[in-house]
C-alpha cells in the first residue's frame, strides 16, 4: 500500500530538492574545493595544490590563526565541559527530582537561550560585563560560551534521561544504595551517551560561534571565527578557503561521533519491556 | 506462636481525594509465603510498594518484626524486591547486578562475589554469570531479579506480579522453583498477583483485595472453599450464584429457599443476614440428577468442552444460568442438549455469602 502522503509524487518534487541541496551545499563544495587552488586569484583555477594549507600554517597570518585556534580549542574545551556538567545536573533535576515550584519556570530558562536572537545576547553580555566592571577578554569569552552552550549540552542529555526508567532507581534504592550513589552508579552510566553527545555538541556550538565572542572578546583576543572574519575584510585570499575547509572537517568529525555516541546509546537497552 | 515478620496497622494511602488502599490491617508470618491477590487497580501492588519504601503512607503503621519502619527510605528498609519488569541494571552484568546490593551494604569484593556466586547457583545461572542481561532470555533475567534481590537476605522479600511476563510453561516451572526456594532460604515472601491459579498454588495464606480494602485473608483451600463474600467466591474460581430468599440464620447456618420452592440449609459466612442473599456453588460440586431428585430443576443450553472436564450450563426456569462440571470420564452421562435435568448439591458444597 502506497503511503497517504508520498511527497515523491508532488508536482516540482524533484528540481525543488535539487535546488535546496544545491543552496545549501554547492558553497561549502566550492569552498573546499578552491582550497586546494594553486592559483592566487579565488575565482580562476590553476592547478591542483596543498599551497594555501602551507600558507595557514606557514605563512605572515599563520602565528596568528595559530593563537586564535589554541583560544578556541581551549575555550571550547572548557565551555563544553563545564556547561555538560550543568546540564547533566539541571536534566537529573527536572527529570528525575520529581515536581517541585517553579519546575516549568526553570525549564524554559534552561531552554529560552535557543530562542533569543543571538545578536541580542550579545549586545547583553556585552553591557552586563562592562556594566560589572569586568575586562572583556579570554574569561569574558568562556564565560559567554558556558552559558549559551547549556541548552544544546541538555537537549540530547534530556532526550536520553527520558529514556530512563524509574525503576532503576527504585531497584537502586531497594538494594540499599543513598540516592548519591544511585545517580553514580546507575544514572550516571546510563546517561552517558547522551553526555557524550552533549559535550561534543557544546564543543561545536563553542567553536563556531561568531556573535556573541566577536562582542565580549575585548581588543587584541581572537578565536578561529573572528580571526577568519578580520582576515576576510581585508579581502578573500585563498587561505581563508583552506582554514575554512579545516573547520568544516574538525565539525564533520565531531557531529558525526556525537551521532554515533547517540546511535551506540539507543542500542544498548534502558526500558524494560 | 509464629512471629509475626510484617504488620500493617491500619494503613490508608491516599493520592489527592483518590483512597487506593483504605484502613488496612494485615499480619504477615514468619516465614510464611503471603500473596496478595486481587484484580488489577485494588492496591495490592501500591500495599507492595509501601512496604518497600517506594510510597509514603498517609495513615497507620508498617512494622517489620516489631520495628516501625513507615517513616523509612527504600534503602534503610530490610527488604528486597523482585520487581515485575526485573528491572536488571542494563549495563552491569549477571554477577554485578547480584552483588549490588551486598556491596552497598558495605560487604568487601570477595565476600559479596561468593554469595553472589552462592545465590547464581541456586537459581541455575552460574554459567551465565558474565552476561549482560540484555543476553538473557525472559526467564533468565526473571531468576537473576530473584537472584539479586535474595543475595543481601532479607528479612522479607516482595515479589511484584514477577511471573506475568513469562509464558505459560515456565510459569508453572518457575511457581515450583519459588516455593522450594521460598522453603530453603526461610524467608518471608510477600507475592503480589492478580492471578488466582498462581495465589492458590504458592501459597500459606492469600489476602484478596478488592477496591482498597481486604476482603478475606487465609489459607487457599479457606479462601476457595469458605469464601466470605460475593467478590471473593466470584474471584477466586468459578462458582455458581443462586439467588436465595434467607429466612434465618442462626449458629453459622442459614435456611433458605431455592428458586422452585425447595427448602435449604447450609453454612454461613460471618456477617450473612436474612433475606434476599446468594448462595455460592462451585461447578464441580453440583451434580446433575433426574429432575424429581434435583434441588433445582432445569434444561441444558449449553455444553462446553474443556480436556479433562465438560462444563454443562443449565438454565433455570427463572432464566438463571448454573453451570456444572463433570469430569471427563468413561462412563459419565453427558445430557442432550435441551434435555430436563435436576441439580443436586450437598450442603457442604453451598454457602450464603454477604453481599
Known amino acids: 500500500m502506497a503511503k497517504k502522503l508520498d511527497l515523491r509524487r508532488f508536482p516540482g518534487f524533484l528540481p525543488l530538492t535539487f535546488l535546496c541541496l544545491f543552496l545549501l551545499y554547492a558553497p561549502l563544495i566550492i569552498v573546499m574545493v578552491y582550497s586546494f587552488n594553486d592559483s592566487n586569484s579565488i575565482t580562476n583555477w590553476g592547478g591542483l595544490s596543498l599551497r594555501w594549507y602551507v600558507e595557514v600554517f606557514t605563512g605572515v597570518e599563520s602565528e596568528k590563526f595559530k593563537s586564535a585556534a589554541i583560544n578556541s580549542i581551549s575555550i571550547a574545551i572548557m565551555a563544553a565541559i563545564i556547561s555538560t556538567s550543568i546540564a547533566t545536573l539541571a536534566a537529573t533535576a527536572m527529570l528525575k527530582a520529581g515536581n517541585f515550584r517553579g519546575k516549568s519556570v526553570g525549564f524554559a530558562l534552561i531552554n529560552l537561550p535557543l530562542m533569543v536572537p543571538e545578536i541580542v545576547t550579545a549586545v547583553a553580555t556585552l553591557i552586563f560585563f562592562s556594566a560589572i566592571g569586568f575586562t572583556t577578554g579570554y574569561l569574558t569569552i568562556l564565560v559567554a560560551h558556558i552559558v549559551f552552550c547549556i541548552p544544546f549540552a541538555y537537549l540530547p542529555i534530556a532526550a536520553r534521561m527520558q529514556g530512563i526508567e524509574d525503576v532503576y532507581e527504585q531497584a537502586a534504592m531497594d538494594l540499599y544504595a543513598t540516592r548519591f550513589q544511585t545517580f553514580r552508579l546507575i544514572l550516571l552510566p546510563l546517561m552517558t551517551p547522551g553526555i557524550i553527545s552533549g559535550f561534543l555538541l557544546a564543543f561545536i556550538i563553542s567553536l563556531d560561534d561568531f556573535i556573541i565572542t566577536n562582542f565580549v572578546k575585548g581588543a587584541g583576543i581572537e578565536t578561529l571565527p573572528t580571526a577568519i572574519f578580520g582576515s576576510v575584510k581585508q579581502g578573500i585570499k585563498p587561505n581563508i578557503m583552506a582554514i575554512s575547509t579545516l573547520l568544516l572537517l574538525v565539525s564533520v568529525v565531531f557531529v558525526t561521533l556525537s551521532y554515533l555516541v547517540g546511535r551506540m546509546g539507543q542500542n544498548k537497552k534502558v526500558t524494560t519491556d | ?355
Open chain 2, 1 to 355: 506462636m509464629t512471629e509475626i515478620a510484617v504488620d500493617v496497622v491500619n494503613m490508608t494511602k491516599r493520592y489527592g481525594n483518590f483512597v487506593a488502599l483504605s484502613n488496612v490491617s494485615l499480619s504477615i508470618l514468619d516465614n510464611e509465603f503471603f500473596t496478595l491477590l486481587g484484580p488489577s487497580g485494588c492496591g495490592k501492588t501500591t500495599l507492595l510498594r509501601a512496604i518497600a519504601g517506594f510510597e509514603d503512607i498517609s495513615e497507620g503503621a508498617i512494622k517489620l518484626y516489631g520495628e516501625d519502619i513507615a517513616d523509612l527510605p527504600p534503602n534503610k528498609r530490610p527488604v528486597n524486591t523482585v520487581f515485575q519488569q526485573y528491572a536488571l541494571f542494563p549495563h552491569m552484568d549477571v554477577t554485578a547486578n547480584v552483588m549490588f546490593g551486598l556491596l552497598q551494604l558495605g560487604q568487601d569484593q570477595a565476600t559479596a562475589g561468593a554469595r553472589a556466586a552462592e545465590v547464581l547457583d541456586m537459581v541455575q545461572l552460574t554459567e551465565f554469570a558474565d552476561r549482560l542481561p540484555s543476553q538473557l532470555s525472559g526467564g533468565q533475567q526473571q531468576r537473576v531479579a530473584l537472584a539479586r534481590a535474595l543475595a543481601p537476605k532479607p528479612k522479607v522479600l516482595l515479589l511484584d506480579e514477577p511471573l506475568s511476563a513469562l509464558d505459560l510453561k515456565l510459569r508453572q516451572a518457575v511457581r515450583q522453583e519459588l516455593q522450594q526456594i521460598q522453603q530453603d532460604t526461610g524467608i518471608t515472601f510477600i507475592f503480589v498477583t492478580h492471578d488466582q491459579e498462581e495465589a492458590l498454588t504458592m501459597s500459606d495464606r492469600i489476602a484478596v483485595i478488592a477496591d482498597g480494602e481486604v476482603q478475606q485473608v487465609g489459607p487457599a483451600r479457606e479462601i476457595y472453599e469458605a469464601p466470605v463474600n460475593k467478590f471473593v467466591a466470584d474471584f477466586i474460581g468459578e462458582t455458581n450464584l443462586i439467588d436465595v430468599a434467607v429466612s434465618d440464620v442462626m449458629n453459622g447456618n442459614a435456611t433458605c429457599t431455592l428458586p422452585g420452592g425447595a427448602q435449604f440449609t447450609c453454612p454461613a459466612a460471618i456477617g450473612a443476614v436474612a433475606g434476599n442473599g446468594h448462595l455460592s456453588v462451585r461447578p464441580e460440586r453440583v451434580s446433575l440428577v433426574k429432575p424429581k431428585d434435583g434441588l433445582l430443576q432445569g434444561s441444558t443450553v449449553r455444553q462446553t468442552y474443556l480436556g479433562t472436564d465438560m462444563h454443562v450450563d443449565v438454565r433455570l426456569k427463572d432464566g438463571e444460568i448454573l453451570t456444572v462440571r463433570l469430569q471427563n470420564s468413561e462412563g459419565t452421562d453427558i445430557p442432550e442438549q435441551g434435555a430436563l435435568v435436576g441439580l443436586n448439591f450437598e450442603t457442604g458444597a453451598a454457602r450464603l455469602l454477604v453481599d
